[in-house]
């Protein structure tokens, strides 16, 4: 049975698909079977898996407004060793036509459970929104995993998130939680970054990963070769940084 995770944070730019796409990489990369599901209009982690989101014939689009199977609409990364649900413009139109069809929030859900038995990891991108799109998406999970950069307004961001989650927790799934909190683009050398990060750790105890993915160029310059920087250059600080925090996801998972 997968462990469903949800990649979320309202706040754009934060290292969301980033931290999905080689989260992704590094599961495989350590054996692990795993699906990546772009829910993100702008098809970054797709394009940033190899797989071009202008040519696709089928996608998560079609997925969620049943037109097709999961099966039928997801493509293996050609530069990962896992498989995608990618995703491009065409689901902007999805938000506003969904809102017609029942379980309209439930959708992603129903289109995973099939194939549950597929996969040890499926990893949802989502939108910096709390759209209809990210609904679908917490309402698949069982789980957050929240990126996020040690900033003075980061802690702020983050009660709205939580009161999300507890919202869908409260409403729609009774499974969801948040796993845990990934400090992203971490520079030790700010004496504010530390601080943040201290905070981070007095408020919410192992919930936050010991992880911590530092700023590093090889990770933001992958993506424009179709490669997960844990393929692009496994060697950087950035890639052994999300190698490291897929062990502790695995080792996580096992106490679940
Ligand atoms: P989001 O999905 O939350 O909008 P992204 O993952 O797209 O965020 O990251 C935003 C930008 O920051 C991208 O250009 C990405 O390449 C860059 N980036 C993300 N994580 C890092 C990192 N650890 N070091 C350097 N650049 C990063
Ligand atoms: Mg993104």
């Avoid at 759209?131 to 983050?158: D, K, R, W």
């Avoid at 507890?166 to 845990?180: E, Y």
């Amino acid at each position: 049975m997968a462990h469903i995770f949800a990649i979320a944070n309202q706040k754009g730019g934060v290292g969301k698909t980033t931290t999905t796409v080689n989260l992704a990489a590094a599961l495989a990369a350590q054996g692990q079977r795993t699906l990546l599901v772009d829910l993100d209009p702008q098809g970054n982690a797709t394009m940033g898996s190899g797989v071009d989101k202008r040519a696709l014939q089928r996608s998560v689009y079609h997925v969620l407004l049943g037109l097709e199977t999961l099966a039928a609409s997801r493509h293996p990364s050609p530069s990962g060793k896992y498989d995608t649900l990618p995703a491009n413009r065409d689901l902007a139109g999805a938000e506003v036509e969904m809102v017609e069809l029942e379980y309209r929030e439930k959708r992603l859900k129903r289109a995973l459970a099939e194939h549950t038995g597929d996969y040890d990891f499926v990893l949802i991108d989502c939108p910096p929104s709390l759209s209809l799109l990210t609904l679908n998406g917490l309402c698949a999970a069982h789980g957050v995993i929240i990126p996020m950069q040690c900033e003075y307004f980061a802690l702020e961001g983050l009660s709205d998130l939580v009161n999300t989650i507890k919202k869908v927790h409260a409403n729609f799934n009774p499974d969801l939680r948040i796993i845990g909190l990934l400090r992203v683009m971490f520079d030790p050398r700010n004496t504010l970054g530390q601080q943040v990060s201290a905070q981070l750790e007095q408020h919410f105890g192992d919930k936050v990963f010991r992880a911590i993915v530092p700023r590093n160029v090889r990770l933001a310059e992958a993506p424009s070769y179709g490669m997960p920087g844990v393929v692009f250059d496994r060697t950087s600080k950035g890639a052994q940084a999300y190698l490291a925090f897929a062990a502790e996801m695995i080792e996580r998972v096992k106490t679940f």
